[in-house]
C-alpha cells in the first residue's frame, strides 16, 4: 500500500529544490559573463524550444509505458548532465548541447509529475485532494524560482563552475528524493505486451482520445493562450520596466514581487472549487486582458502591478485547468496527453511571440 503523504511530500520536495538552481536562474548572465554574444545566446534559447517542443510527446509516451518514477530520475539525471555540460564547454556547440539536455530535462518531468501525483491519489482513494496538492505545488514552484532570482546576483560573484557545483549538488538531492518514489499502476488501465507494442499502443489510444475528444483540445488550446498571455507579459515587463525609469535597485525585487503573484494565484485556486471551470476562465482571461492593457501604459508601478496580478489569474487557471484534463484523461496515456497540452502552449506561444514583439516594440 503507497504511503501517499510521503508520496506527495516527496513530490512537492522535488519541486522546490529543482527550481531552487542559482545558476540556472542566471544561465543567460552567466553566458554573457563568459563572453557570449546576445545573438550566440538568442541562438541557445533557440535551440532549447526546438528540443522541447521536438522531445514533448515522445518524452510523454515514454513517461506512460516504462513508469513515471523512471521518468522524473531520468529528469535530474538530464539536469545534472546539463550542468557538467556547462561547466566544461568553452563552445558554442558545447553549450548548445548542454541546453538540449536541459529541454530533456524539462521533458521528462512534465506531465510525469503530476500523472504520477494523480494516480498517486486515485489509488489512495483521495482523488478529489488533487486540486489541493496542484496549488500547493505550483505555489512552493513559484516561491522557489523567486528566491532563486534573487540569488541570481550570488551566481554571478561565485562564478559560473561554482555556482553550477552548487546546482549539481542541489541535483543530485533531487535524484535521490526521485529514487524514493513508489511507481503507481492503475491496472484496469493498462496495456500488456511488448514494449514496442505498448509505445505503438499508447501513442494510438493518446490520438483516438484526442480525435474523439475535442472538449479536451478546446480545454488545452484556451488555457495556452491564457498561459501565452501571462508568459510574454512577463518576458516583455523585464525588458521595458528599466527603459521606463525603474531604478536598477528595484529591478530584482520587481521581478521577486511579481513572481509571488503566481504563488498567490495558485493558493488561490484551492479556494475556488465552488466556482465552475468555465466561468473561472473567463474571469481569469478578463483579468488577462487588463492587465495586458495595464502593462502598455508608461509607468513602472502600473507595470509591476500588471505583472503580479497577471500571475495571479494565470496560474490559478492554471491549477483549475490541470484538474479538469487529469479528470478526463486514461490513466495509461495521462502523462502523454498532459505532454500534448505542454506542446499546444508551445505552438501558441510561437504564433505570439513575434505579435508581442511587435506591440511592444
Not at 556547462?86 to 530535462?105: K, P, Q, R, T
Not at 478546446?218 to 523585464?238: D, E, V, W, Y
Request: proline share 2%; aromatic share 12%; net charge neutral.
Amino acid at each position: 500500500m503507497i504511503n501517499i503523504k510521503k508520496q506527495i511530500y516527496s513530490i512537492l520536495t522535488i519541486s522546490v529544490l529543482s527550481r531552487f538552481l542559482i545558476a540556472g536562474s542566471a544561465w543567460v548572465a552567466l553566458l554573457s559573463q563568459r563572453g557570449f554574444s546576445m545573438v550566440e545566446i538568442g541562438i541557445v534559447e533557440s535551440v532549447f524550444h526546438v528540443a522541447s517542443f521536438c522531445f514533448e510527446i515522445p518524452s510523454g509516451i515514454i513517461s506512460d509505458v516504462f513508469g513515471r518514477k523512471k521518468s522524473m530520475i531520468l529528469s535530474q539525471c538530464m539536469f545534472i548532465l546539463s550542468a557538467v555540460l556547462m561547466i566544461f564547454s568553452e563552445s558554442l556547440w558545447g553549450i548548445c548541447l548542454s541546453i538540449v539536455f536541459d529541454a530533456f530535462g524539462y521533458n521528462f518531468s512534465s506531465g510525469s509529475r503530476e500523472a504520477l501525483a494523480y494516480d498517486s491519489l486515485k489509488v489512495s482513494g483521495h482523488e478529489d485532494r488533487y486540486r489541493d496538492f496542484a496549488s500547493t505545488d505550483l505555489s512552493v514552484y513559484r516561491i522557489s524560482n523567486a528566491a532563486s532570482l534573487l540569488c541570481a546576483g550570488l551566481a554571478l560573484i561565485l562564478g559560473y563552475r561554482t555556482a553550477y557545483i552548487i546546482d549539481i549538488i542541489v541535483l543530485s538531492v533531487c535524484l535521490m528524493v526521485s529514487s524514493g518514489l513508489k511507481e503507481v499502476s492503475v491496472e484496469d488501465d493498462q496495456f500488456e505486451g511488448t514494449i514496442s507494442q505498448r509505445l505503438i499502443d499508447t501513442t494510438k489510444e493518446s490520438i483516438l482520445f484526442l480525435v474523439s475528444n475535442r472538449k479536451s483540445i478546446g480545454t488545452m488550446l484556451f488555457n495556452s493562450l491564457i498561459g501565452a498571455f501571462q508568459t510574454l507579459i512577463l518576458f516583455f515587463l523585464q525588458a521595458r520596466l528599466p527603459l521606463c525609469g525603474l531604478d536598477d535597485r528595484l529591478f530584482g525585487p520587481a521581478l521577486f514581487f511579481m513572481t509571488l503573484g503566481g504563488a498567490v494565484g495558485a493558493k488561490l485556486a484551492s479556494k475556488t472549487e465552488h466556482i465552475t471551470y468555465r466561468k473561472t476562465g473567463y474571469i481569469c482571461a478578463v483579468i488577462t486582458l487588463i492587465c495586458f492593457g495595464m502593462s502598455l501604459i508608461v509607468f513602472p508601478p502600473v507595470m509591476i502591478l500588471a505583472g503580479f496580478t497577471v500571475n495571479i489569474a494565470g496560474d490559478l487557471f492554471y491549477v483549475c485547468t490541470d484538474e479538469e484534463l487529469n479528470r478526463q484523461f486514461p490513466s495509461s496515456q495521462r502523462a502523454t496527453l498532459v505532454s500534448v497540452s505542454s506542446l499546444c502552449f508551445s505552438v501558441v506561444m510561437m504564433i505570439m511571440s513575434p505579435l508581442f514583439g511587435f506591440i511592444f516594440s
